[in-house]
């Protein structure tokens, strides 16, 4: 999977194994294993540390107390995943303390939830609050479905994506291809917002720094601004 992604342009990956209930997430096993892995492909793709952390109880409850311990890279950005058989009714109020200890929350492919596709608004108002929102690169090329697809489209429409992620599980069905992604935003939506999108946001993501401005048909915006 690593080196088929370098092959198709990739540079960086952040690796995101879940962070649940049902599997407990442990940094050093983590660290570890991509060093390994880093050995084997040499320089030609970095990889990062990161999780798909779920809102359970637990998890939220360990994460205010070690801060670091989730987010990509021990930085400032969480990878949260909601959980596709219900949303919790006091999820800005938890957002509202990741936020206020230190993490940033990146909500991943809202557009797949079957429950957060009709909760576009509620997601705006996590944005506001500074939350931030990644969709799968293959939802926008109709991969996962007509709805996912529509979602995306719409999600973009309204200025409430920040990052294009692959999301890939293996090299055949859902493979590390970051290519198809990008042309098409370049396509639709012009070659600013495709590297906003894949380049320099996910790039700040990583360092743990504050979202870069960006140059749009001459003029600088910030993100928020730039539809």
């Known amino acids: 999977m690593v080196k088929m992604a370098a092959q198709l342009g990739t540079t960086d990956i952040v690796a995101s194994p879940h962070a649940s209930p049902d599997y407990a997430f442990q940094p050093e096993t983590a660290v570890a294993r991509l060093a390994e892995i880093q050995a084997a492909v040499g320089d030609s793709i970095r990889l990062h540390r990161g999780c798909d952390f779920h809102l359970s109880f637990d998890n939220i409850t360990d994460a205010l107390a070690h801060p670091r311990k989730y987010t990509i890279n021990g930085k400032l950005y969480l990878l949260v995943e909601f959980s596709d058989f219900g949303v919790f009714p006091n999820t800005a109020q938890i957002f509202e303390r990741l936020l206020g200890a230190g993490m940033i929350p990146v909500i991943t492919h809202p557009e797949r939830n079957q429950i957060l596709q009709y909760k576009l608004d509620d997601l705006a108002r996590w944005v506001e609050m500074g ?75 990583i360092d743990g720094r504050g979202l870069p401005p960006v140059e749009v048909k001459g003029r600088r915006r910030k993100w928020y601004r730039f539809w």
Do not use: N, Y
Request: charged content about 30%; overall charge positive.
């Open 131 to 205: 939350c931030l929102i990644q969709v799968t690169g293959a939802s926008l090329l109709g991969r996962f479905g007509d709805s996912a697809k529509r979602t995306s489209e719409e999600l973009l429409a309204r200025g409430l994506v920040h990052v294009i992620a692959s999301d890939a599980h293996d090299t055949q069905h859902r493979p590390p291809d970051m290519k198809g992604p990008r042309e098409w935003l370049a396509k639709r939506h012009g070659e600013e917002i495709a590297r906003a999108l894949t380049v320099d946001v996910p790039r700040a993501v």
